[in-house]
């Protein structure tokens, strides 16, 4: 059964800084897109970032280009996206999502697994 994890969420002010995780477990995901979305009260579910697979290609939203960053440790089958420069605006549940995704790396659909999504609250 596959699942996957996240945790680190929480709420800091702007500015600041936090690291969330996805564990995953039930198959190896070394060859699977991992990336991050998240979807604010009210809105629709956006994309943050991806990596295309082990070694791969990391695909990054605009609006968090040059503050957030995405890394895999394989040996723990864990991704951690890494939150910088937190801004009001970055509040929202995020989710982790694997896939064998070939392209579109941006929609949500092509995703096959989630998480269970994890709340981050930015105060001004």
């Known amino acids: 059964q596959v699942q996957l994890v996240e945790s680190g969420g929480g709420l800091v002010q702007a500015g600041g800084s936090l690291r969330l995780s996805c564990a995953a477990s039930?198959?190896?995901?070394?060859?699977?897109?991992m990336g991050w979305f998240r979807q604010a009260p009210g809105k629709e579910r956006e994309f943050v970032i991806t990596?295309?697979?082990?070694?791969?290609?990391?695909y990054t939203a605009y609006s968090v280009k040059g503050r957030f960053t995405i890394s895999r440790d394989n040996a723990k089958n864990t991704v951690y996206l890494q939150m910088n420069s937190l801004k009001p605006e970055d509040t929202a549940v995020y989710y982790c999502?694997?896939?064998?995704?070939?392209?579109?790396?941006?929609?949500?659909?092509?995703?096959?697994?989630w998480g269970q999504g994890t709340q981050v609250t930015v105060s001004s």
């Open positions: 990596n295309e697979r082990s070694g791969g290609r990391t």
């Open positions: 999502a694997a896939g064998l995704v070939a392209g579109d790396w941006t929609t949500a659909r092509r995703y096959d697994y």
């Open positions: 039930g198959r190896t995901f070394s060859s699977y897109a």
